[in-house]
Nanobody, 123 residues
Framework: QVQLVESGGGLVQAGGSLRLSCATS????????MGWFRQTPGKEREFVAG????????YYADSVKGRFTISRDNAKNTVYLQMDSLKPEDTAVYYCAAKRFGMSTNPIAYSSWGQGTQVTVSS
């Protein structure tokens, strides 16, 4: 498994931007599909965005499509989530996750998780 550490969360006003980073270590970054998920209290963890290896395909939840961009720097073993035009409903703990091979929007399919980073969007 890979170890994942998220950073970049914080407090931002509605309409603002944040960029989350997820640094990986341990096993090789190669062949890992990377995903971003988010969770609010009392709700299930939901898929936000995913990116294939080595990065040719990206996938987004309808709620963030056109506002969020996922990318990966394979030389730095890091995946990013650029979040623009943020809305109060984007407030959540954001998690980075990794799985081998095929893309999935189901959190159960992911074998490695970071500790999460809080994103708060004020209105």
């Amino acid at each position: 498994q890979v170890q994942l550490v998220e950073s970049g969360g914080g407090l931002v006003q509605a309409g603002g931007s944040l960029r989350l980073s997820c640094a990986t270590s341990g096993r090789t970054f190669a062949n890992y599909v990377m995903g971003w998920f988010r969770q609010t209290p009392g709700k299930e963890r939901e898929f936000v965005a995913g990116i294939s290896w080595p990065g040719g395909s990206t996938y987004y939840a309808d709620s963030v499509k056109g506002r969020f961009t996922i990318s990966r720097d394979n030389a730095k073993n890091t995946v990013y989530l650029q979040m623009d035009s943020l809305k109060p409903e984007d407030t959540a703990v954001y998690y980075c996750a990794a799985k081998r091979f095929g893309m999935s929007t189901n959190p159960i399919a992911y074998s490695s998780w970071g500790q999460g980073t809080q994103v708060t969007v004020s209105s």
